[in-house]
């Protein structure tokens, strides 16, 4: 069936440094994508969303990437700070039946 | 401040035994969902419900039941019928305007005595 999937289960990064996150989809007919976030005993927190007649998206020092030709998606987190340490989902909202979850990069921030 | 509440927090089930998990929003959103996640998973969809009174089975519904007798509740009855019910269990909710993200509470862990 279709999937929402991603390459890397962990990353781990230096404090400062930028992090990818990436996130590859299935459904070519996908039209709206979110990023989540998700601390250890907590439920996912909204980062920043995308809809598919855009490129790019950018919030406080995050930046989504659609690449609908090769159904990629990537998260950017600017000057990565302890606090960021977390699961990170993409979710693919299309329609209102639910979200489609892929299963998650943990990201860990090394001071 | 408005959100959704998931109560309990921790739960635990006996053998044959149902249980019943409470998730509330006071959000004014029609629709409301059910995930499930297991430890290194995504999460995975048990029941959804657009509109009072009405619901739909997602993925995984099997051993599971809910019942939306009112806006702002919709709890998930997890059977002896499911015989592995140890998860993390997520409520959701959404307004009604297309393409926007889903609000989630912050869980239950369900765990087998």
């Known amino acids: 069936g279709e999937s929402v999937g991603l390459h890397l289960p962990t990353l781990s990064v230096q404090e400062g440094d930028n992090s990818i996150i990436n996130c590859a989809y299935s459904?070519?007919?996908?039209?709206?994508f979110i990023w989540y976030k998700q601390e250890s005993g907590k439920g996912p927190q909204f980062i920043i969303d995308?809809?598919?007649?855009?490129d790019k998206r950018q919030g406080q020092r995050v930046t989504v990437l659609l690449n609908k030709t090769v159904k990629h998606l990537s998260l950017q987190i600017a000057a990565t700070q302890p606090g960021d340490s977390a699961v990170y989902f993409c979710a693919d909202h299309t329609g209102r039946r639910a979200l489609t979850f892929g299963s998650g990069t943990r990201l860990q921030v090394q001071p | 401040d408005g959100g959704i509440t998931q109560s309990p927090k921790y739960l635990f089930r006996k053998e044959g035994q149902n249980v019943t998990l409470s998730c509330e929003q006071n959000?004014?959103?029609?629709?409301m969902y059910w995930y499930r996640q297991d430890p290194g998973q995504g999460l995975r969809l048990i029941y959804y419900?657009?509109?009072?009174?009405?619901?739909q089975k997602g993925d995984i519904a099997e051993g599971y039941s809910v019942s939306r007798e009112k806006k702002e509740s919709f709890p998930l009855t997890v059977t002896s019928a499911q015989k592995n019910p140890t998860a993390f269990y997520l409520c959701?909710?959404?307004?009604?305007?297309?393409?926007?993200?889903?609000?989630f509470g912050d869980g239950t862990r369900l765990s087998i005595l």
């Open positions: 459904n070519s007919a996908s039209d709206y």
């Open positions: 995308i809809r598919s007649n855009m």
């Open positions: 959000l004014n959103h029609d629709a």
């Open positions: 959701a909710s959404l307004g009604i305007y297309s393409n926007q993200p889903q609000h």
């Open positions: 419900s657009q509109i009072v009174n009405d619901f």
